[in-house]
Structure formats: C-alpha cells, structure tokens
C-alpha cells in the first residue's frame, strides 16, 4: 500500500484542531460561559497579541531556565550512562535507583529546590529541570549502549580491538536513536519542568509566575495567551532536536524523510 502523502497526513488534524476551536468559540457564546472560567478562542487571541512582548520578555526567562537546566541533566546523564555501561556492577547497582527516582513527580522536587537555592535564583529553577532530564537520559543512554548484538562484539574482539574502539565503533552508534529519543522527552521536560518551579516562587520576570498571577487576577485570557506560548516554545524545542535527529542519523528507520 502506498504511503499517504505530507498533505494526506496534515489535513485530517487541521481540520479536526480549528473544527474544535470553531467549537469552543460557538459554544462558550451559546452557553455564556463567564470568561474566568473559559475565555472564547476570539478574547484568548486578541490577549495573545495585546500581550505578546510582555509574555515574550517572561518567556525568555523560562526558556533560558530551561535550556541551561537541559544541558546539565542531558549532560551529566549521558556521562553516568558511559560510566554505569562500563562497569556492569556499578549499572546493576544504579538502574534501580534511576527508575525509581525517574517516577518521582517533579511537584515533589520544587520546594526543596526552592528551599537550597531561593525561590528568587534561577539556579532553583535549573536544577529541577537537570534532575527531570537526568533520569530519562541516563536509563535511555545506557540502554543504548548495551543493548548491542552480541555478534557485533564477538566480532569487534576478534580484532582485538580495545573496550574504547567497542565503545566508539559499536556502542556509541548503537546507542544514537535512544539519545535522539531521550533528548526528545526532555526537551518537553524540560519546560514543563521550569514553569512548575516557577509555580512555587520565582521573579515576575518569568512565564510561570506570570500565568500565576494572570490567573489569581482573573485575567483568564492573559493566562491563556501565555499557556498557548509556553506550547508553541516546547513545540519549537522539540523540532530543535527533531531536526538534528534527521542530520545525525538519517539512515535510522525512526527518521522519517517524507
């Protein structure tokens, strides 16, 4: 059966995202939903655009938390990973304990943070998106790298080749698509991540606080316009690493070249 066409594939969720949002405005004007419980689609739009630089100037705030807190936890979990497949003692002893702590809730994680480094620092906000990222990118990474056919090592000591040349030759290509999928989930971690901390302190500079704030105010439409922002920047960090997923490994069968 021949594949459906990039038009084939993108029509069906236009359609069914603005029949929803056609919805929604018809039916919060026949219903009369008050705007602090529901604002239509038209007064969300006309708040995102009314307060688009001033959500932007919080926006940057949150996405730099993020970014830096991302480089941290995707960093220091691909190390570990390096690390933990090397000494297989040290991985059996340490993979429980990341799976288990992978299904803590970062809710959990914010207050402390706050409490070690100031609700106020960005430092705060950065180390709860490095420990939501860690986990992920550790338990994938290390997949990755052992996961491998036990042909292909066989093969690589019939060489005689060093545990480093396996390493660079065999595990590290191997491990590629789980790195690209990990850095995937947290790239949505990763913001999710800053604007929760931000819920429990944080400057006004900032997209959590903001959305807070907008809320508490009963400025439900400004809320809106800031929630549809903090999408549309998670959407666009994932396309980052969408795009170099496709320059890194374009032969892989999860990079999809239509």
């Not at 997949?143 to 480093?164: N, Q």
């Not at 929630?227 to 920047?233: K, P, R, V």
Request: with cysteine; glycine share 6%.
């Amino acid at each position: 059966m021949a594949s459906p066409s990039r038009f084939q594939r993108y029509v069906p969720p236009l359609i069914v995202f603005f029949a929803v949002i056609a919805l929604w405005e018809v039916l919060v004007d026949l219903l009369n939903v008050q705007r602090f419980l529901l604002p239509a689609p038209s007064v969300i739009l006309e708040a995102f655009f009314r307060t688009f630089s001033t959500i932007m100037s919080s926006a940057a705030y949150t996405i730099r938390s993020a970014v830096i807190g991302f480089l941290i936890g995707a960093g220091a979990g691909i190390l570990v990973a390096l690390a933990t497949a090397r000494w297989t003692t040290m991985r059996e002893g340490l993979m429980p304990f990341a799976i288990a702590l992978n299904s803590v809730p970062i809710i959990a994680f914010a207050p402390i943070m706050n409490n070690w480094f100031g609700s106020i620092n960005p430092m705060s906000k950065i180390m709860i998106v490095a420990i939501i990222t860690f986990f992920p990118m550790m338990i994938n990474m290390v997949r990755g790298l052992t996961l491998v056919e036990p042909a292909k090592i066989e093969l690589m000591r019939s060489y005689a080749t060093t545990p480093f040349e396996v390493l660079t030759k065999v595990r590290l290509p191997n491990s590629l698509p789980y790195l690209f999928n990990a850095l995937k989930v947290c790239s949505t971690l990763a913001l999710i991540g800053a604007i929760v901390g931000e819920y429990f302190g944080g400057p006004r500079e900032s997209l959590g606080v903001y959305i807070l704030q907008e809320a508490q105010l009963f400025r439900f439409d400004n809320a809106w316009a800031a929630i549809i922002i903090s999408a549309l920047l998670g959407i666009a960090f994932y396309l980052v690493i969408l795009a170099a997923e496709r320059v890194a490994i374009p032969w892989h069968a999860s990079v999809d070249k239509r």
